[in-house]
């Protein structure tokens, strides 16, 4: 299969049902017994997702992998786990304190599952602190790059950071002193914090000061010839400046994680942007979850941080220094591309290429030719969708252009082209998901800015989040163009340019006249008060997408039992969601051959006798970030696929407006096929699940994302 998805022709009427199955096939409630019979047949989601980051972890740990790259997959461990912590973890013990002890799918309390988090991420922190300095420090200090703590400072770098210190750290830093006149300060959550314990040589008294080290410098202190310090130790050791003419006792590391999930009661808000600007400042003083510190902490000095910020022994982490190794994407990023993935570079849409010349691509002309199925990053995003977008707001034939916006880069060329199509006079309606979590307070400002140039901005529906990845451009191409003409683009991932070169992702452009009028109703929902909930050729959320995939499923089921081909592959970030995996149990039981591609949580049970023995789990993790989202069934013979925005989880399909649209053309169906083919191929190197939980690393040669790439290095165009 090339990477560059073949797009099927454009059709101008949905495609026909290929069989009418009658009856249509509706679970019994033996058949629903069977299923439900079954009581422990969800895994926790919660200690899922820690399993998908001990994948993460895995690839740290993974010798064959690129050096650099295997540093930054620490890096992106420490995040992963942070927003788990400041997220997950945060509302397991809301729930907890506020006396809601209901029990979780998989049959767990949540002090139970709190338990679990505690010990299993414990090891996790442990292992990865182990790695970091067993095996990745020497690693690269064989290479080269040496990451070193300040004993191993020779003078003349011991006087380079003196000089550092003197001239821009220490105007910067602000020492706190805890003593009647100074309470405690506040600890800002995942901010690195020096404890600093001193005493006056004349009386004799002991003090408590915490230094925050500051986050405006590089984590990693450059000493040159790739030599680097953290930068906790430069501060350290020039303490005495900071507290002169008192003596310092201890010096000790910590870190703090806090709750900062927002909870905005929007049926309560008049104003929601003001109500989330107000929930934005409290998410500061989120109560602690976590707090971490170097292992040499005395228990002194440890027992003053609990008291002071309220955390329990259990959520005390002890590890090996340094902590917070975010910093790690610093080092990743160095100019030794010897110890990095290959470089690639996307290209332009085969598709898009065709009327390519010396001028820009002209996206509508291709799209006028056949519809365009987009693979990023393997198919270039900016002479894409951003070109889509960008062309349309400098054409003088587009009258109209509506999007919808949930995640975007800070120097975003979309917002740009948006702004300037307003101000050039079009009508352009922008949906902007004001409560993305943790990009809150960027898209307000993007909000903000969208309206001042004239866009008609609206912050989505009360109660549900925004989560559709559309853009709809409606264009006039005159009487013999055929009058007035709508551009649709629908995709699985934001409109974000940044993270397009990282996240693999599916996009559709197309002239479809149905998916284009579907999409033209779905954008008066979210704009006005219309409430229409049918369309041809999407499942929208929260109305239709669980209940459209089951009955799939179940249409499957019938096929099977009709001796028709029939399967099911579905990829995912994440499958929670019980009705649909009570489907898919059904379909198993039914003997209906069902594949999952998961990124992350999985709380399927697959392999389990009599429930799931003809389901198969795996997951992918590489260079990319896995984040399309697929669902394919064979359908007697004549197979269908649906792309879009939702994850099979409560959140995607009851609280959010998501779409998926069903591809129009055999050779786009065909092009996912042949996708999903590569991916479950037996050679091809995955984590499989088994009915335990865990997850086991095949021996697979075949790697999915660098096939893809070299496919597509194979069919560049010749410059």
């Known amino acids: 299969m090339s990477a560059e998805i073949v797009p099927a022709p454009s059709s101008e009427a949905p495609p026909e049902e290929p069989f009418d199955v009658e009856p249509p096939y509706v679970p019994d409630h033996e058949a629903l017994a069977a299923v439900e019979k079954y009581d422990d047949r969800f895994l926790d989601r919660e200690l899922s997702w820690l399993h998908f980051n001990q994948r993460v972890l895995e690839l740290a740990e993974d010798p064959a992998l690129p050096l650099l790259e295997r540093a930054r997959f620490l890096a992106i461990f420490t995040s992963n786990l942070d927003e788990f912590f400041m997220v997950r973890v945060a509302g397991l013990k809301r729930r907890i304190a506020a006396g809601l002890a209901v029990r979780a799918a998989s049959g767990l309390m949540p002090r139970e599952v709190l338990e679990s988090i505690w010990s299993t991420t414990r090891g996790l922190s442990e292992r990865h602190a182990r790695v970091f300095r067993d095996d990745i420090v020497p690693s690269l200090s064989e290479a080269g790059i040496d990451l070193v703590r300040w004993d191993d400072l020779d003078r003349e770098e011991q006087k380079a950071c003196k000089r550092l210190f003197k001239d821009r750290v220490f105007p910067v830093l602000t020492p706190l002193a805890v003593d009647p006149a100074h309470p405690f300060p506040y600890i800002s959550g995942l901010s690195l914090n020096l404890a600093v314990l001193i005493r006056n040589p004349k009386t004799g008294k002991e003090h408590f000061a915490r230094v925050k080290v500051p986050p405006i410098f590089a984590r990693f202190v450059p000493l040159g010839n790739q030599r680097f310090v953290p930068l906790e130790d430069v501060i350290r050791e020039h303490l005495k400046r900071l507290f002169p003419g008192m003596e310092v006792l201890e010096v000790h590391t910590?870190?703090?994680?806090?709750?900062?999930?927002?909870?905005?009661?929007?049926?309560?808000?008049?104003?929601?942007?003001?109500?989330?600007?107000?929930?934005?400042?409290?998410?500061?003083?989120?109560?602690?979850?976590?707090?971490?510190?170097?292992?040499?902490?005395?228990?002194?000095?440890?027992?003053?941080?609990?008291?002071?910020?309220?955390?329990?022994?259990?959520?005390?982490?002890?590890?090996?220094?340094?902590?917070?190794?975010?910093?790690?994407?610093?080092?990743?990023?160095?100019?030794?591309?010897?110890?990095?993935?290959?470089?690639?570079?996307?290209?332009?849409?085969?598709?898009?290429?065709?009327?390519?010349?010396?001028?820009?691509?002209?996206?509508?002309?291709?799209?006028?030719?056949?519809?365009?199925?987009?693979?990023?990053?393997?198919?270039?995003?900016?002479?894409?969708?951003?070109?889509?977008?960008?062309?349309?707001?400098?054409?003088?034939?587009?009258?109209?252009?509506?999007?919808?916006l949930y995640r975007t880069s800070?120097?975003?060329?979309?917002?740009?082209?948006?702004?300037?199509?307003?101000?050039?006079?079009?009508?352009?309606?922008?949906?902007?998901?004001?409560?993305?979590?943790?990009?809150?307070?960027?898209?307000?400002?993007?909000?903000?800015?969208?309206?001042?140039?004239?866009?008609?901005?609206?912050?989505?529906?009360?109660?549900?989040?925004?989560?559709?990845?559309?853009?709809?451009?409606?264009?006039?191409?005159?009487?013999?163009?055929?009058?007035?003409?709508?551009?649709?683009?629908?995709?699985t991932g934001n409109?974000?340019?940044?993270?397009?070169?990282?996240?693999?992702?599916?996009?559709?452009?197309?002239?479809?006249e149905t998916i284009g009028e579907d999409v033209a109703h779905l954008f008066n929902n979210l704009s006005g008060w219309s409430r229409n909930a049918s369309?041809?050729?999407?499942?929208?959320?929260?109305?239709?997408?669980?209940?459209?995939?089951?009955?799939?499923?179940?249409?499957?089921?019938?096929?099977?039992?009709?001796?028709?081909?029939?399967?099911?592959?579905?990829?995912?970030?994440?499958?929670?969601?019980?009705?649909?995996i009570d489907a898919l149990y059904l379909a198993s039981q039914a003997g209906v051959p069902v594949q999952l591609l998961v990124r992350g949580i999985c709380a399927l049970r697959p392999g389990v006798p009599g429930l799931s023995e003809t389901i198969e789990v795996r997951s992918v993790l590489g260079r990319f970030l896995e984040h399309s989202r697929v669902s394919w069934f064979e359908n007697g013979g004549e197979p269908v696929a649906w792309i879009g925005s939702a994850d099979m989880m409560h959140r995607n399909l009851d609280r959010r407006v998501e779409v998926l649209v069903r591809l129009p053309g055999e050779d786009s169906i065909g092009a996912i096929g042949e996708l999903l083919d590569l991916a479950f191929d037996a050679d091809t190197s995955a984590w499989l699940l088994d009915s335990d939980g865990e997850w086991t690393r095949n021996d697979g040669s075949v790697h999915l994302q660098e096939t893809l790439i070299e496919q597509q290095r194979r069919r560049r165009p010749s410059a």
């Open 254 to 404: 910590f870190r703090v994680t806090r709750n900062e999930d927002l909870e905005v009661e929007e049926d309560d808000a008049e104003n929601l942007l003001a109500a989330l600007e107000k929930e934005l400042l409290r998410r500061r003083f989120g109560p602690p979850v976590r707090l971490e510190v170097e292992e040499s902490i005395s228990d002194s000095v440890l027992e003053l941080l609990k008291e002071e910020l309220g955390v329990r022994e259990e959520e005390v982490f002890r590890l090996p220094g340094p902590l917070d190794l975010r910093g790690l994407h610093g080092i990743a990023d160095l100019g030794r591309e010897e110890l990095k993935y290959p470089a690639f570079v996307p290209t332009t849409h085969y598709r898009l290429a065709e009327v390519e010349s010396a001028a820009p691509v002209d996206v509508f002309k291709a799209t006028r030719r056949n519809d365009v199925l987009l693979h990023h990053p393997y198919d270039s995003f900016a002479t894409s969708v951003q070109r889509f977008i960008e062309q349309a707001a400098a054409d003088p034939h587009v009258l109209a252009i509506k999007q919808t």
């Open 495 to 512: 409109y974000n340019p940044k993270t397009s070169r990282m996240y693999e992702d599916l996009g559709l452009i197309t002239t479809n």
């Open 410 to 491: 800070g120097d975003s060329p979309i917002i740009d082209a948006l702004i300037d199509a307003a101000e050039a006079g079009k009508q352009v309606l922008v949906i902007v998901e004001i409560k993305a979590r943790f990009d809150e307070q960027a898209n307000i400002r993007w909000a903000r800015k969208l309206e001042q140039a004239g866009c008609h901005v609206v912050y989505g529906l009360v109660g549900l989040k925004t989560h559709c990845k559309l853009a709809l451009v409606v264009r006039d191409e005159g009487a013999s163009g055929g009058g007035i003409r709508r551009y649709t683009h629908i995709g």
């Open 535 to 580: 369309y041809d050729e999407l499942l929208v959320a929260p109305d239709s997408v669980r209940t459209g995939l089951v009955d799939q499923i179940h249409r499957e089921i019938a096929h099977h039992a009709a001796g028709r081909p029939a399967r099911i592959r579905i990829k995912a970030n994440s499958v929670v969601d019980e009705a649909v």
